[in-house]
């Protein structure tokens, strides 16, 4: 069984990085595209970017060039690599994993990202 546990979030100021992780309980080759997401009082469900199994990787326009996404295997882990932050930026982070077999996404607890201006 695949969970997840996303970690990195905090306070920072514009302008600023953060990096965050979600780290894989499980075996992470079962997971065909990891994604994030992020949630706001406004936005309930953003979805911010996508990696595949075989490294693709897609993002929302809102976040081009500034977001990376990248996975490690032997860490079983996803980065979700934040530069130039803005204060839209602010939200919750959740990545949730797509596997075969399964019509709905696995998702962890989320963290929050909070960017002062």
């Known amino acids: 069984q695949v969970q997840l546990v996303e970690s990195g979030g905090g306070l920072v100021q514009s302008g600023e990085s953060l990096r965050l992780s979600c780290v894989v309980s499980?075996?992470?080759?079962?997971?065909?595209?990891m994604n994030w997401y992020r949630r706001t009082p406004v936005q309930p469900r953003e979805w911010v970017g996508f990696?595949?199994?075989?490294?693709?990787?897609n993002y929302a326009d809102s976040v081009k060039p500034r977001f990376t996404i990248s996975r490690d295997d032997a860490k079983s882990t996803v980065y979700l690599q934040m530069n130039n932050l803005k204060p839209e930026d602010t939200a919750v982070y959740y990545c949730?994993?797509?596997?075969?077999?399964?019509?709905?996404?696995?998702w962890g607890q989320g963290t929050q990202v909070t960017v002062s201006s």
């Open positions: 990696v595949s199994n075989v490294g693709d990787t």
């Open positions: 499980g075996d992470i080759h079962l997971i065909n595209i």
């Open positions: 949730a994993a797509d596997l075969s077999g399964r019509l709905d996404l696995i």
